[in-house]
């Protein structure tokens, strides 16, 4: 008996030695080192405040390995979306790791975001929602995507600023009522200072949009900072309530003091 | 730099991840030559900039040890590090490496090669083909390698 159990101990210590082994290579699980890097990121970012893991405020759909590590889609979904002030998208291992700040305003439905992003290296990314009550709550996801921020951001840097600050958007109806999805997308190569030119062997200095405003008639849809890890020409999925008649503004701005704005009709009858 | 690089690298080894899965079991010394990522100009003071590194479990990194153009002394400090991280041991396998289409790792084989070191294999794959199987883990820079280069 004893004998018996002695080995089934040995057998169960083994297993948990090849398990403890076998996760240790897999990227896919957390390591204590990845954990570690994401404390102190969110030290610098969120100070000392509590930050909660959750399943059901946040949700982030990314691809587990994305085609163009360039362009990589991102939706976050937010199913308890009145209790949401703003949203924080983090790629832990990019250098610049914070890749936006969202904050939604009135006529904003945060049921919903999606935008692009470069990702450096293999990394967690993620998602810390911010509750109207000042609470913050974090999910994560792993995605397999090298070489992101040092890929160009078109053939040339000309080509790349043809028509920089030029928008378009696109509405389409949303899944409830009062409530349209729009897709805006704003043409600048959003150079992010570690791309080289291939001609001159330079890296070519970052010029980024940093902010950009939405607004909806006279109220505020949604707020983005953005920073190096947008992906070259942003495009931004978001939903909000409709009141017809008002149109969509949108006033962006880059690093270099640039400012565009533009608004756009909105189909009415859309819900 | 970065660039198609050779498929070969004469008086070295060239290896794919199963090669280099394989040489594991003979503890080579793993020579990580990637770039540090350089904060870009004119970076906002108020953005975090947190620059991190994954690279091959039990690698020594030399950011920038792999550059066509290393000064005689910056060689002869990256020659020395070698020297004493192999004591002394020139048929030690060696591995160097860094990202697909990087020359630093195909640089840094031949400076040993040429050193006279028997043992150095350069694995092209980089950091990339081996996250794809395997874990990464954050690395420094190597600190003597650090101490050499100018600030």
Redesign the interface.
Known sequence: MTRTLRTVFAAALVTAFCGGSASATDPSQPDAGREKRWQEIAGYLFDDRDIVPTDTLIKIDAPKRAEDAALVPITLTMPEKDKIKSVYLVIDDNPAPLAAHVTFGPAADPGALQLRVRIDTYTNVHAVAETKDGKLFSTAVFVKASGGCSAPSGPSDVEAMKGMGDMRMKFAKGVEKKSSEATLMIRHPNFNGMQMNQLTRLYTPPRYIDKVTVSHGDQTVLDIVGDISLSTNPVLSFNFMQTDGQPMTVVASDTKGSRWEQSFQVPSAMH | ??GETPTTLKGAVVIDLAGLEALISKQPLLVDVGLA????????QD??????H?SIPGAVWFPGGGAAALDAEKEAAFLRRVDELVQGDRSRPIVTFC?PNCWGSWNAGKRLVMKGYTGVHWFPGG??KW????????VEPDKAWDASMPK
Request: aromatic fraction near 10%.
């Open positions: 730099m970065r990522d350089k904060k870009p100009e004119n970076f906002p953005r975090l900039w947190l620059p991190t994954r990202r950091i990339d996250q794809e199987f395997h874990d990464t883990v954050a």
